[in-house]
């Protein structure tokens, strides 16, 4: 998955899914990539390119492993390896004190 091909606010839905109702259109619960990726990998290019936000969103599944499909309240739980990739040079975009890199982990 490429981050940088999705609009801000898809993203998320990609990543976690969503419930039916959760937005207009969305008749069926839809698995996100974390779900479909379940003992598996998930490789993402571009991470850099993701807002902090999202990055937030990201990091914390890398951490505790939960997360949430929109328009959910319970919280699920992944079991998924990432690899991740970006042509910048995350470090010196660091040094230089970039809000839109990815911290290591």
């Known amino acids: ?8 606010h898809l993203l998320e839905n990609e990543l976690f899914g969503h419930e039916r109702g959760a937005f207009t259109g969305a008749d069926k619960v839809k698995p996100g990539l974390f779900e479909v990726a379940e003992r598996g990998t998930l490789f993402v290019d571009e991470v850099a390119e993701m807002s902090p936000a999202r990055q937030a969103k990201l990091f914390r599944v890398l951490e505790d ?3 949430r499909r929109v328009g959910s309240t319970q919280e699920w739980r992944a079991d998924v390896r990432i690899i991740a990739a970006t042509n910048w040079a995350l470090e010196e975009e660091q040094k230089a004190g970039s ?6 982990a």
Request: proline content about 0%; charged content about 10%; overall charge neutral.
């Open 65 to 67: 492993g939960h997360y």
């Open 99 to 104: 809000g839109r890199t990815c911290s290591s």
């Open 1 to 8: 998955m490429n981050w940088a091909t999705l609009q801000e």
